[in-house]
């Protein structure tokens, strides 16, 4: 949704932008782009993809400025840029495709690899300790709540009597034998999901986000959020009609947005993105 994303932020080429999943680069670049007198902050706590970024967006370079945190880091990227509030922040909530193409990373359960499953892997807890240390019981709860599986109970057993489970073959064959498949989705997809949420703390960096991000943006600065899953779709609409009933903010996005059929043709992952945005009053 790129281009949705793009007139959303409604950029102005002397504005400054902060993308604080700046992924491969593929926005951050696509912002700079537009920008004469402007800058783009891109952020990202994954070396190795702010790395590529790097590569990517190498021909509008003297635009950008690169910082690699979590978004609990978000005022010391602006500040290191000596910048107070920026003209429009943008956050896509997607798996990069080089985490899901990379075995090594684990993320994708359509190649083995190590269960690993940290956008920072400098350190921390990986999906594979999650696997094996877990008790049978919060491990169904977290498949439950993380991964909105009906079946987690049934998954959870079958984890356990399965360890040690090393790689993302071995959990997708545990799950493909213990829960039958229904539907499109592969048997461990929910699973996958559930424990990538866990090990990264996804959805209390998303709140964290939603708080501070109207701090962040200048008025008359908009937010613009592309999410991937139901439960971080419900924490932005409802984080939006906040902003917008306290009058900090105006909702831009009546209706969901969703991708065009065009582009789910060209790029089946797309299918579950929604955006959404506010302007800041």
Partial sequence: MLGEALDYLAIRPDGVYLDVTAGLGRHTGAIAERLTSGLVIANDRDAESL????QNTAHVASRIRFH?????????????????????LLADLGVSRYQLTEPERGFSLMADGPLDM???????????????????????????????????RQAARAIVRARPIHTTGQLARVLEQAVPRTGR???????????????????????????MAPELVSPGGRIVIITFMSLEDRRVKQAFQDMARSGRASILTKH????????VRSN??????????????
């Fill in 51 to 54: 790395e590529k970024a790097r």
């Fill in 118 to 152: 940290r956008m920072d892997r400098s350190g921390g807890t990986t999906a594979a300790d999650l696997v094996n240390f877990t008790s049978e019981k919060e491990l169904a709860d977290l498949i439950y709540r993380l991964g909105e599986e009906r079946r987690s």
């Fill in 268 to 281: 089946p992952p797309s299918r579950s993105a929604k955006l959404r945005a506010v302007e800041i009053g």
């Fill in 68 to 88: 690699r945190g979590t978004f609990a880091d978000l005022r010391q990227a602006l500040a290191a840029s000596a910048v107070e509030r920026v003209d429009g």
């Fill in 185 to 211: 989705l592969h048997p461990a997809t929910q699973v996958f999901m559930a424990l990538r949420l866990a090990v990264n703390a996804e959805l209390d960096q998303l709140d964290g986000l939603l708080a």
């Fill in 256 to 263: 969901v947005i969703r991708p065009s059929e065009a582009e």
